[in-house]
């Protein structure tokens, strides 16, 4: 069985950086695409930024414009977001997933994270 789980969430002010984790268990990482998403109160699920664990290869939702970065540690099964210059509409719960192909889209995504709070005051 697969399993994600997530951490490294908190409050933080405008400004401030964040880095969330998610450890990979099952599975074979080195196969996986991680995406990263997002979800407001009565917001839909929204993407952050996907990375392929083999190839390295990673793109981002234009709206972050730059802010955050997705890493990983292979030797681990960890993936990382670097989140920079938070802003309160970053506020929301960031979930990492697991699938086989490049996609932008939640639907394409197998395996999911616990989901992880981020909360950023002005």
Same mark, same amino acid.
């Given at each position: ?8 969430? !908190? ?17 074979? =990482? ?6 990263? =998403? ?8 929204? =993407?952050?930024?996907? @990375?392929?664990? &083999? ?10 414009? !730059?802010?955050?970065?997705? &890493? ?9 977001? @670097? ?32 989901? &992880? ?6």
């Amino acid at each position: 069985q697969v399993q994600l789980v997530e951490s490294g969430g !908190g409050l933080v002010q405008a400004g401030d950086s964040l880095r969330l984790s998610c450890v990979v268990s099952g599975g074979t =990482f080195s196969a996986y695409v991680m995406g990263w =998403f997002r979800q407001a109160p009565g917001n839909v699920r929204e =993407f952050v930024g996907r @990375q392929g664990m &083999s190839s390295g290869y990673a793109a981002y939702a234009d709206s972050l414009n !730059g802010r955050f970065t997705i &890493s990983r540690d292979s030797a681990k099964k960890t993936v990382y977001l @670097q989140m920079n210059n938070l802003k309160p509409e970053d506020t929301a719960v960031y979930y990492c997933a697991a699938g086989l192909a490049h996609s932008s889209s939640a639907a394409s995504y197998n395996y999911w994270g616990q989901g &992880s709070q981020v909360t950023v005051s002005s």
